[in-house]
């Protein structure tokens, strides 16, 4: 099943000329810059647009993403000029030569009224984004973005922080990795993540929350729309098989055993507030040892530090 809907604008000169694409060799990401505006917005805005040449083929936010110019035609999104060189318009990814417009689809990030990429519309968009790659062969390698074009500012966020361009074509890079794994593995989350109630559906509400570092048996031979279902402590949810971005695959858990009844710290050093206690004998996972001494132990979705020493923690 598709995660993008189909809102075609109409045929006209400014958004949509109804051109055939020449190829698909890159797909280009854009940001809106228009704080808080949705993808149905968008596609009104373009649909009536008639003063500029400007689109793109899909918007995405939060809860949807809509494909407003059929991906086999061209949409006037990356043949801007920004700057100059040697006299004629720079133009910085040579698969693109001499019109992006022709050669690309351009996906386009709604933020929100802070200026953000929501992390919905960063997964959203990676799911869009993979689909498409599956549909035109393409790579992670073949996604651009704006700024790379033509250098434009855009996504103005990845411009600003490459590390987070880079961490959407890993993500899209591990969903697209899902198919050539087989049969059961272990997983364990990177952070605390909201498991949702349906699967391949980020808007689906969350069924439950997965403690950061929590491990997880999961079934690459049975997913749904490329998600895993995921089963902890008696709670049923689905989640992004995009493993890379959401999920370690070496266990980042070492099992320590209380030595006494031990009160963590809630920060690395003594006086600290204290975070939570454990009884002598009961079992503590460490997921840190820090540069002084200290581990950073994890319950649930709870941390707490105490030093590294067999006075108070021994492994398992």
């Keep these: 099943m598709s995660v993008i809907k189909t809102e075609y604008i109409r045929v006209n000169p400014y958004s949509r000329p109804g051109i055939r694409l020449t190829n698909t060799n890159k797909i280009i990401m854009h940001y809106t810059a228009n704080p808080g505006a949705t993808a149905e917005n968008h596609h009104n805005y373009f649909n009536n647009l008639r003063d500029r040449y400007a689109s793109a083929h899909i918007f995405v936010d939060d809860k949807e993403a809509i494909c407003i110019v059929p991906t086999n035609e061209v949409a006037y999104q990356a043949n801007d000029v920004q700057k100059r060189v040697g006299g004629k ?3 910085g990814v040579p698969a693109l030569l001499n019109n992006a417009n022709f050669k690309a689809i351009g996906v386009e990030m709604c933020i929100d009224k802070k200026g953000n990429i929501t992390m919905a519309t960063f997964n959203r968009a990676v799911d869009v984004v993979a689909e498409l790659c599956k549909a035109h062969h393409l790579k992670a390698t073949d996604i651009v973005r704006h700024y790379d074009v033509t250098s434009k500012n855009c996504p103005a966020p990845w411009v600003k ?3 987070e361009f880079t961490r959407f074509k890993n993500a899209v890079a591990a969903k697209l990795s899902v198919k050539t794994k087989k049969g059961k593995q272990w997983l364990y989350a990177k952070q605390n993540l909201g498991i949702r109630k349906e699967a391949g559906k980020w808007d689906s509400g969350v069924a439950f929350v997965l403690p950061q570092h929590a491990a997880i048996q999961v079934d690459y031979d049975n997913l749904k729309n490329d998600w895993f279902e995921i089963n902890y402590q008696g709670k049923k949810g689905y989640f992004s098989a995009s493993v890379a ?14 030595q006494s009844d031990l009160l963590f710290r809630a920060d690395p050093k003594w006086g600290g507030a204290p975070s939570f206690r454990r009884k002598k004998g009961e079992t503590i996972n460490a997921v840190e040892k820090l540069s002084n001494g200290w581990l950073k132990c994890t319950l649930g979705m709870q941390y707490g530090y105490l030093p590294d020493s067999a006075t108070y923690l021994k492994k398992k």
């Design 161 to 163: 922080s490459p590390s």
């Design 245 to 258: 971005t959401y999920f370690d695959e070496k266990n980042p858990n070492v099992p320590y055993v209380c």
């Design 89 to 91: 318009p720079y133009r």
